[in-house]
């Protein structure tokens, strides 16, 4: 049998379709919808954001002369301090306890409970801290001994410059 073929001459290349004056400005007005858009997104999320997800500024603190830190004892101090927001100025306020066994090298920490934040308490007694919260206590050193907190205390970098002992917060 033989095999028919057809003329193939006739037909043409099929052309992409060609973009029409509405098309085109549909797609221009969906473009610059998007590009505004995505702006107005941007903007508005850092507007609504701030900079909470920007690390916060850590100052060095001084909790003044090593001399009046008498080592073998544990001092309490409070600070205070601004950070410069976006747009605010916010003030942290804090407790820290400073201890020395030698009068050379100091350990700080934050007085900020782990498990919810409350203010731990030195107890001289005891030999430790303990949160008045939920019952929690710590060692000298910041371990947990007992209650609900699953971590140490926060043990914060500190110097001495001058003579005078420097904590970063
Ligand atoms: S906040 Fe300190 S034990 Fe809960």
Known sequence: MDEQKFPLNNVSEPKPPEMGRRRFLETGVWATTSVVGLTLFGTGGRF???DALKDKDEQ???LGEIASLSAG???QTAYSLRHKDAWRTV???GLLYVFSDDGT???VFSA???HLGCNVHWEEARD???CPCHDASFSRTGEVLGGPPRQA???LEAKIEDGVLLVLV
């Open 48 to 50: 609504i954001v701030g």
């Open 60 to 62: 060095w603190i001084n």
């Open 73 to 75: 004892q544990m001092h």
């Open 91 to 93: 003030e942290e306020k």
């Open 105 to 107: 090298t100091y350990t």
């Open 112 to 114: 900020v409970c782990t």
């Open 128 to 130: 430790g801290f303990s």
């Open 153 to 155: 205390l926060t043990q």
